[in-house]
């Protein structure tokens, strides 16, 4: 359950959904930490984040020891398996932040100027749609998701570059051309780089492995990413509705009164620098700081 750091909501989630576990969004605690210490701080937050292991974050967070030990305070004090990829007690597929959310909201944009019935009826349309197409949906393969199989094919060709020297079956260390390695046990699943762990999926160090002592990549992928499973999950059929079939059993229900406030409402989120003010990007140059009216990049004759 990714959500901000709302107090009561961590509690009623534990309520509902015992056996859940509760992440922060890493978007949230970026804007908290740009808010108090800057948008360099903000950069600097996100490679803690996005650490794969406890080494590479502390080592993120010795690096921004150093430029600032408030801001490394600030980060270090947030428990780790609330938010840090490395101790997430569970794999979340690449999710740390809510964003999932916001492009739900942006691909309903168009429905928000609609009555709360016909709000109703666009969502159940969409997501009706979307169900029976996602069914019908033909893969290039007869066992995993195109999906997955798109994985797979970016990590054989990080694969390709990799010298493996293998220790056992299905186990290996994997030596990057930059110097660092990973060990990688087919048999677990596991490889030290955390990216198998959490995708369910062979990251790009065991698919070398899969190369190098001639295994199928693909018998290492989750069932999750079957096509089975995938076809299972959108066999529900969903029942067109009409307006007209809907009683009105709630006539006394209105929409709530709201006060309009001043100005043209906002729709998408505006981004701001460290010092608070709107970042503003030219349409022109594609340089920060200014817009295409005062853009010097512009040839004028």
Same mark, same amino acid.
């Given at each position: 359950?990714?959500?901000?750091?709302?107090?009561?909501?961590?509690?009623?989630?534990?309520?509902?959904? %015992? !056996?859940?576990?509760?992440?922060?969004?890493?978007?949230?605690l970026a804007d908290n930490v740009?808010?108090?210490?800057?948008?360099?701080?903000? !950069?600097?937050?996100?490679?803690? /984040?996005?650490?794969?292991?406890?080494?590479?974050?502390?080592?993120?967070?010795?690096?921004?020891?150093?430029?600032?030990?408030?801001? =490394?305070?600030?980060?270090? #004090?947030?428990?780790?398996?609330?938010? /840090?990829?490395?101790?997430? %007690?569970?794999?979340?597929?690449?999710?740390?932040?809510?964003?999932?959310?916001?492009?739900?909201?942006?691909?309903?944009?168009?429905?928000?100027?609609?009555?709360?019935?016909?709000?109703?009826?666009?969502?159940?349309?969409?997501?009706?749609?979307?169900?029976? #197409?996602?069914?019908?949906?033909?893969?290039?393969?007869?066992?995993?998701?195109?999906?997955?199989?798109?994985?797979?094919?970016?990590?054989?060709?990080? =694969?390709?570059?990799?010298?493996?020297?293998?220790?056992?079956?299905?186990?290996?260390?994997?030596?990057?051309?930059?110097?660092?390695?990973?060990?990688?046990?087919?048999?677990?699943?596991?490889?030290?780089?955390?990216?198998?762990?959490?995708?369910?999926?062979?990251?790009?160090?065991?698919?070398?492995?899969?190369?190098?002592?001639?295994?199928?990549?693909?018998?290492?992928?989750?069932?999750?990413?079957?096509?089975?499973?995938?076809?299972?999950?959108?066999?529900?059929?969903?029942? %067109?509705?009409?307006?007209?079939?809907?009683?009105?059993?709630?006539?006394?229900?209105?929409?709530?009164?709201?006060?309009?406030?001043?100005?043209?409402?906002?729709?998408?989120?505006?981004?701001?620098?460290?010092?608070?003010?709107?970042?503003?990007?030219?349409?022109?140059?594609?340089?920060?700081?200014? #817009?295409?009216?005062?853009?010097? !990049?512009i040839f004028r004759s």
């Open positions: 359950m990714i959500s901000d750091r709302d107090k009561g909501l961590q509690s009623a989630v534990l309520e509902v959904f %015992p !056996n859940a576990h509760p992440s922060h969004c890493c978007q949230h740009q808010k108090h210490f800057g948008l360099p701080a903000r !950069n600097s937050f996100w490679k803690a /984040a996005y650490a794969w292991n406890e080494y590479d974050f502390m080592k993120a967070i010795s690096t921004i020891r150093e430029v600032s030990v408030p801001v =490394a305070e600030y980060i270090n #004090n947030i428990p780790h398996k609330t938010w /840090a990829q490395y101790a997430f %007690p569970a794999p979340r597929f690449g999710h740390i932040t809510s964003n999932i959310v916001e492009s739900i909201n942006s691909a309903w944009d168009d429905y928000c100027s609609l009555s709360i019935l016909g709000l109703f009826l666009a969502i159940w349309t969409k997501v009706m749609t979307t169900v029976h #197409n996602r069914h019908i949906q033909a893969h290039s393969s007869s066992r995993i998701t195109d999906y997955a199989q798109s994985l797979l094919d970016k990590n054989y060709q990080q =694969a390709r570059r990799y010298r493996v020297k293998s220790a056992d079956n299905g186990l290996a260390q994997v030596f990057i051309p930059n110097g660092a390695s990973h060990v990688v046990d087919l048999k677990k699943r596991t490889c030290t780089c955390g990216v198998f762990q959490e995708y369910y999926l062979p990251c790009d160090h065991a698919v070398a492995v899969c190369l190098q002592q001639a295994y199928n990549p693909c018998d290492y992928v989750d069932e999750f990413y079957s096509i089975n499973h995938y076809y299972a999950t959108y066999s529900m059929v969903m029942q %067109p509705v009409r307006d007209e079939d809907l009683v009105d059993e709630y006539s006394d229900c209105e929409a709530p009164e709201l006060v309009k406030q001043r100005g043209r409402p906002k729709k998408r989120r505006l981004r701001r620098d460290e010092n608070g003010s709107r970042m503003v990007t030219c349409s022109h140059c594609k340089e920060e700081g200014h #817009n295409r009216r005062s853009c010097r !990049n």
